[in-house]
């Protein structure tokens, strides 16, 4: 049994990296994988807040000379630190049962039924097996957790920030069960929690339950604030000896530099993240929305089930450990309430601590149904097949939602794109989540065409992203120089929070955006995406040089300096779209097809009705479903 004890969280641990391993995405993925995984290889700094400890652990484990791509081994790295996560939450669940259930009750303070509910479950624990396979049964159900699942797919900073959660949660309950903890104790507890906050700020929706359950450990004393002060000192150390990666590192005018933290100004606007604070409590209308969405989504995520054992748990470790149930409900409630005042799409991920906490108290639930079951069906086996299948139903439920094996379609979307322009091509848009982040990693760490210079529209709008143009295309914005200099200026009030002038910096951004196209046409083929089209020309704030216009060329715009054909790329791409499509692959597909079907009018505009065909049926060979619009069909008489 001690053998037992002493390995089979680990063994857990290996279970679970097995699956996670079956479900891990093969290249990137969505949003920021593209840029995460080549500010890992590169050494570089990531958008805000800059995730050093991700970063500095990431580029250690890709000098591991492993014969797989480097993206896979990035999405490796996020299996393993959410496989290691599972490990630990089995010891952090397992702590607050030894402390809830092996302590005494005096009679003379406890209702009866307190103390028969107590005695019962005991009994149940005491068992080594009967104890292990509910700790199992729960720590599977975080496992399981879509949300947490989908962090062990894909390189991304949560897979850490989920390891680094459950670490602070065990490090909290050492602490807390801990008869007399020791100075070290203190100073530990205090580096763990600023070992959290130099990967995730999301750290901070531990610090209120932390601070309850430190407080009812220690009490209020001149010796405790002593004790505080000292870790305060080895708090303070932690952080800065982790973010002073970036300040560091910024110095050195890495290729991938966001923010170029190398002052302290630029320091402090990017671990604050700035630039996202727009977000953040933005609206009581904004936070009820997001608050709807959660509770919508909530039973899904869990697969419903766990969220009953939820529910009984809360009622139950309220009955039977006060403290530690006050420190996972304050802790869960900050959690939410704080979240849902984050006023962005893809907000799941930030709900993985509420998550944690729930799973916490569904450990609880699964021994009162543990023994509910015992007491009510006399087969001895009972209990285990009816929690055991209802684990297998969380798995199956969450394995089709997260299975990202099969996913190559951002892979093949940013290749496309790539491949489709000639050497030393310029790519303007602002397709982050799609494209550009993606780019990111097989430029610099796969060095795939290089040769393109890819410009991201929306950060033409900082001040770093201009350092870093210099730094990996200065030829591109040779010509612009006393544009970028008079909108810099301008600009700079606003990224000081001073009062600027609105009118100047529009102005000063929409004149660099025309003139990156003026300057360079000549020289080199100047592409954009189609979203500039639909919303920023349509919209007047984006205007072609005089004399240009747009061809539609592949799944991009070419901007052409007159009126002559333009001879388009091959059609020998293939985009691997999934069966099931949530709204980013759906987007890829409707562009696919929509920049099909414009290029095919092109084409009939040039009489090239061929041509016009042989999209047609690239279009249902590749996008069965594409609705072909009706214009295209009567022109090319197609009739269904």
Not at 90 to 108: D, Q, R, Y
Not at 439 to 468: C, G, H, M, T
């Amino acid at each position: 049994m001690e053998y037992l004890k002493k390995y089979y969280s680990y063994v857990l641990g290996v279970f679970v990296f097995i699956i996670y391993l079956i479900t891990l995405a093969p290249s990137v993925m969505q949003i920021d994988t593209g840029e995460l995984a080549a500010v890992q290889a590169t050494l570089g700094i990531a958008h805000p807040t800059g995730y050093p400890l991700f970063t500095i652990i990431g580029w250690l484990f890709l000098k591991i000379p492993l014969p797989v791509t480097k993206i896979f081994q990035s999405n490796l790295l996020a299996a393993i630190f959410c496989a290691g996560a599972i490990v630990l939450f089995f010891k952090s669940l397992g702590i607050m049962f030894e402390h809830t259930f092996n302590t005494s009750v005096p009679a003379s303070r406890e209702k009866k039924r307190k103390e028969k509910t107590i005695s019962a479950v005991q009994a149940i624990l005491l068992s080594g097996f009967e104890k292990y396979f509910v700790l199992t049964a729960a720590t599977l159900f975080i496992a399981f957790n879509e949300t947490f699942w989908q962090q062990s797919t894909s390189v991304e900073v949560y897979s850490l920030q989920a390891l680094l959660f459950i670490l602070i949660l065990l490090t909290a309950l050492k602490f807390f069960t801990n008869p007399a903890p020791a100075l070290k104790d203190y100073l530990f507890l205090s580096a763990t929690v600023a070992l959290g906050f130099t990967n995730h700020m999301t750290t901070l929706l531990l610090i209120p339950g932390l601070i309850y359950l430190f407080f009812a450990k220690t009490g209020f004393s001149k010796e405790i604030f002593k004790k505080i002060f000292l870790m305060a000192l080895i708090f303070i150390g932690v952080i800065l000896l982790g973010y002073s990666y970036l300040i560091i590192r910024a110095s050195q005018n890495p290729e991938l530099n966001w923010g170029n933290p190398f002052n302290l100004e630029n320091f402090l606007r990017h671990v604050t993240g700035k630039q996202y604070q727009v977000w953040m409590f933005s609206s009581i209308e904004d936070a009820k929305k997001q608050l709807a969405d959660y509770l919508i989504n909530l039973p899904s995520v869990f697969a419903y089930l766990p969220l009953i054992f939820s529910a009984i748990g809360l009622v139950q470790l309220y009955k039977m450990n006060k403290k530690i149930f006050y420190f996972l409900l304050i802790t869960y409630l900050f959690s939410v309430l704080y979240v849902i005042n984050y006023s962005i799409h893809d907000i799941s991920s930030y709900f993985l601590l509420s998550n944690i906490i729930l799973v916490l108290f569904a450990g609880f639930g699964i021994t009162k149904v543990f023994l509910y079951i015992q007491n009510k069906i006399q087969a001895v086996y009972a209990k285990y097949l009816i929690i055991g299948v209802i684990v297998v139903l969380v798995f199956i439920l969450n394995f089709g939602k997260v299975n990202s094996s099969g996913i190559y379609i951002y892979n093949d979307y940013a290749r496309t794109i790539l491949n489709s322009v000639p050497e030393r091509s310029i790519i303007f848009s602002y397709q982050w989540d799609y494209f550009v982040a993606s780019s990111y990693y097989f430029q610099k760490v796969e060095n795939y065409r290089q040769d393109v210079a890819i410009i991201d529209k929306e950060l033409l709008r900082r001040s770093w992203y201009y350092n870093q143009m210099e730094k990996n295309m200065p030829d591109v914005i040779k010509g612009i120089k006393p544009e970028i200099n008079s909108f810099l200026e301008a600009l700079k009030p606003f990224e000081q929070s001073k009062e600027f002038n609105s009118a100047l910096l529009e102005t000063g951004y929409q004149a660099i955006m025309t003139k990156l196209i003026s300057e360079n046409i000549h020289s080199r083929d100047y592409f954009i995406g189609p979203e500039l089209l639909e919303n920023e020309m349509k919209n007047g704030q984006f205007k072609l040089p005089q004399g240009c216009l747009l061809v539609p060329y592949g799944l991009l715009f070419k901007v052409a300096a007159g009126k002559e054909y333009v001879e388009g790329p091959a059609l020998d791409f293939k985009i691997r779209f999934p069966k099931e499509r949530d709204d980013y692959s759906t987007f890829i597909y409707n562009q696919t097809g929509l920049m099909l079907t414009r290029r095919a009018m092109y084409e009939l505009d040039f009489d090239k009705t061929d041509k016009a065909k042989e999209i047609i049926t690239k279009i249902k060979n590749e996008l069965p479903g594409f609705i072909i619009p009706g214009r295209l069909r009567d022109r090319l008489r197609i009739t269904n």
